[in-house]
T-cell receptor, first 110, second 115 residues
């Protein structure tokens, strides 16, 4: 069975400071990892996925298979980054079933 | 930009009553999902639907739950006899893996309160 762990429920960071949201997973195969974000009063939406190796809104995430981690990072936080962030895992079975972590609420302090 | 829409946004019901939550997925998407989030807990997978049948379901999705795509546009979740523990936010999602694998498009959710 797969599991996604986000150890921090709440994280507050000053504007301009670096941000790191932690995500660890457990799965025996080769999963696909994602970060989803939910801004205030908006729907859950995809932020980025590990296979794209892209930077979205300044955020990046590297899949570390040795540490089974997929931490989300941004070098300089902005106020508009305040949101709920969810790490998610797809076992890659061809079905897009996602297992979510419990989420981290990120607050950027002006 | 096309969006997944859900109705109602909030429903209050008595324990034991039947509830139907409705969703209109994005029109060219092929996979449809229901997830739920109990207050303070994580988003949990309930069921996925493809080619007019359930492709996968979780252990939460017991005989009290059913899904249907009655008319080619709507995708419904029915709870036959609601229990207190069914109180949650229910999210519908759709995807088209042919374009961007792993990207689910979520609706805004339907909040179900069972009294």
């Amino acid at each position: 069975a797969q599991r996604v762990t986000q150890p921090e429920k709440l994280l507050s960071v000053f504007k301009g400071a670096p941000v790191e949201l932690k995500c660890n997973y457990s799965y025996s195969g080769s999963p696909e990892l994602f970060w989803y974000v939910q801004y205030s009063r908006q729907r859950l939406q995809l932020l980025l996925r590990h296979i794209s190796r892209e930077s979205i809104k300044g955020f990046t995430a590297d899949l570390n298979k040795g540490e089974t981690s997929f931490h989300l990072k941004k070098p300089f936080a902005q106020e508009e980054d305040s949101a709920m962030y969810y790490c998610a895992l797809n076992p890659g079975s061809g079905n897009e079933k996602l297992t979510f972590g419990t989420g981290t609420r990120l607050t950027i302090i002006p | 930009e096309p969006e997944v829409t859900q109705t109602p946004s909030h429903q209050v019901t008595q324990m034991g009553q039947e509830v139907i939550l409705r969703c209109v997925p994005i029109s060219n998407h092929l996979y449809f999902y229901w997830y739920r989030q109990i207050l303070g807990q994580k988003v949990e997978f309930l069921v996925s639907f493809y080619n007019n049948e359930i492709s996968e379901k979780s252990e939460i999705f017991d005989d009290q739950f059913s899904v249907e795509r009655p008319d080619g546009s709507n995708f419904t979740l029915k709870i036959r006899s609601t229990k207190l523990e069914d109180s949650a936010m229910y999210f519908c999602a759709s995807s088209n893996p042919g374009t961007k694998a792993g990207e689910l498009f979520f609706g805004e959710g339907s909040r179900l309160t069972v009294l």
